[in-house]
């Protein structure tokens, strides 16, 4: 109910009507993994899900592209099968499924796009590089299966607005770093600012 007031295409709707996008705008276009999240809670057709993934995201590129944007950079979505949430469940084989249809079909929508706008994009593939990031974070000791809080989403969230987490098992404040996942889904700050700076480093490549 919350998440379907923030679709893509509102959110780039609302960019073109309140901003005039410059030529050397920069504007990064990923869709996170809820979208998957939720077609795998609410059991919901996979090929379903993933088609109108791709066709609302197709249609937001044009529209950004339509108003000027020639400077985009596109991210996918992680294998779901090796988060927290999926990984340990009956469920893992099913998000992994889900995550490898998406990915295909999203690699075929940006060749298409890139073919339609040469020279427009830029692609980072969170999807292959997702395993050398759990990897390289083992390899060093980190905890790449448990998440480092757990929280409840409930109504009170809407009413006091904000989540109350709880520590899992040793972890801490001091040992955040030692973990991957933030919680069930999400990596820690330290994972994100890895993937900011590789982000970076593809933006920063000649366009």
Do not use: R
């Amino acid at each position: 109910m919350l998440l379907n007031n923030f679709t893509i295409k509102k959110q780039v709707d609302a960019l073109v009507n309140q901003h005039t996008i410059q030529e050397n705008d920069l504007t990064f276009f990923e869709i996170g993994s809820n979208d998957l999240i939720q077609g795998l809670d609410l059991l919901l057709d996979y090929k379903e899900v993933v088609t109108n993934a791709i066709a609302n995201q197709k249609q937001a590129l044009e529209t950004l592209i339509e108003h000027g944007s020639k400077h985009i950079l596109l991210m996918n979505t992680p294998d779901l099968g090796n988060v927290p949430n999926f990984k340990n469940t009956g469920q893992k084989q099913q998000a992994s499924e889900l995550s490898k249809q998406y990915n295909n079909l999203w690699l075929d929508m940006v060749s298409n796009l890139q073919a339609k706008y040469p020279h427009y994009f830029k692609v980072f593939d969170l999807y292959q590089t997702f395993p050398k990031l759990l990897a390289n974070f083992a390899s060093n000791g980190g905890n790449i299966d448990e998440g480092a809080v757990s929280y409840e989403l409930n109504p009170d969230i809407i009413i006091e607005g904000k989540i109350t987490p709880k520590w899992e098992g040793s972890a801490s404040p001091s040992t955040i770093d030692q973990y991957f996942f933030f919680d069930f889904v999400h990596p820690t700050a330290s994972i994100h600012a890895t993937v900011g700076e590789m982000l970076y480093q593809t933006v920063n490549s000649a366009w």
